[in-house]
């Protein structure tokens, strides 16, 4: 399995009920908490997406997307609140908060039932637009949203068509087993972004998906997904990707953002956070699952990097 597909597959996304709006502008909605990662789709017309609050880590306030029709949007729902608009300066006429939606004083209604999912007025000059969203599980899917800014757009062109066609058709029906084949069609729409979003020039490390491509970096990499529990180590690495230790060790850090043994750190501890919640094993048996003999020195490297020890982890209540 490759690395972004043993992710996903970790990661087990879950989504609510797929949306279409066919809404003739001015429009605009806002989503007051947003699940972990939404996905928008713009099939015809233009559409915006903006950040209400300042997402941490960003160095000012994020401008509005602007989407264009076949572009699809990403936005991380750690980074707050957003507006889903024709354009940025359409004022909220929809709140949508606790899964309800309320009209905002003084504001037409934005929309009615059109179909099955399909809500607007569906008037020529429409904007048409798709709306997911996902949940995702454990310390594999913080792990993945981490690696997504708080908002990504890409461009159309980036191989989605064909299955954002099928998903506007599929959303209107009614059919035995609908809800799977939307599912199903969402999933291959967010795989599709994320590994176009990942290449893209430009795009900032670390990120690994990227890194795949870049020769003995790629291999390095898959090679520690492959097996995690191994005792490696910077040489044996370097030696299996055919490179010099020291020349291996400054390529990976320039590629990923860190060095191999920190990164291979990082994935073990995602692994064994799940581990810990999701199965019964002892704190032993989940750190020899990853690479400790020690379950100690493995307790120790858990406490640095998730801030409680082992055990305290496992006690933490479901989200």
């Not at 209400?52 to 029709?69: E, V, Y």
């Not at 309320?102 to 999912?117: F, I, T, Y």
């Amino acid at each position: 399995m490759d690395v972004l597909s043993d992710l996903l597959h970790r990661a087990r996304p879950r989504h609510s009920r797929v949306h279409q709006l066919i809404q003739r502008p001015p429009w605009s909605m806002a989503f007051a908490d947003p699940p972990p990662l939404t996905v928008v789709a713009a099939l015809d017309g233009p559409a915006s997406v903006r950040l209400t609050g300042h997402p941490s880590g960003a160095p000012a306030p994020l401008a509005p997307a602007l989407l264009a029709p076949g572009d699809v949007a990403l936005v991380r729902g750690s980074a707050g609140p957003y507006v889903l608009a024709d354009r940025p300066g359409t004022a909220p006429q929809v709140l949508i908060r606790g899964g309800t939606k309320q009209v905002v004083d003084g504001a037409p209604g934005v929309e009615r039932s059109l179909a099955p999912r399909t809500y607007g007025d569906g008037l020529p000059g429409a904007t048409t637009l798709l709306h997911g969203a996902y949940r995702f599980h454990g310390a594999a899917g913080a792990h993945l949203l981490g690696l997504l800014p708080p908002l990504a757009v890409l461009p159309a062109g980036g191989g989605t068509e064909a299955a954002l066609r099928l998903l506007a058709t599929e959303t209107a029906r009614q059919d035995p087993g609908q809800e799977a084949v939307l599912n199903r069609l969402l999933d291959l729409v967010l795989v599709i972004a994320l590994r176009a979003w990942s290449i893209r020039p430009g795009t900032e490390p670390p990120c690994w998906n990227a890194a795949l491509g870049v020769p003995a970096v790629g291999e390095a990499i898959r090679l520690l997904h492959a097996d995690p529990a191994r005792r490696w180590t910077v040489a044996e690495l370097a030696a299996r990707v055919g490179r010099s230790r020291t020349a291996f060790a400054a390529q990976f850090t320039r590629a990923v953002g860190e060095p191999p043994l920190a990164y291979l750190t990082a994935w073990r501890m995602v692994l064994a956070a799940d581990l810990l919640r999701d199965t019964d094993a002892t704190v032993a048996a989940v750190a020899r699952q990853v690479g400790y003999r020690d379950a100690f020195a493995f307790s120790t490297a858990f406490k640095r990097t998730r801030g409680l020890t082992p055990s305290a982890w496992r006690d933490l209540p479901d989200d």
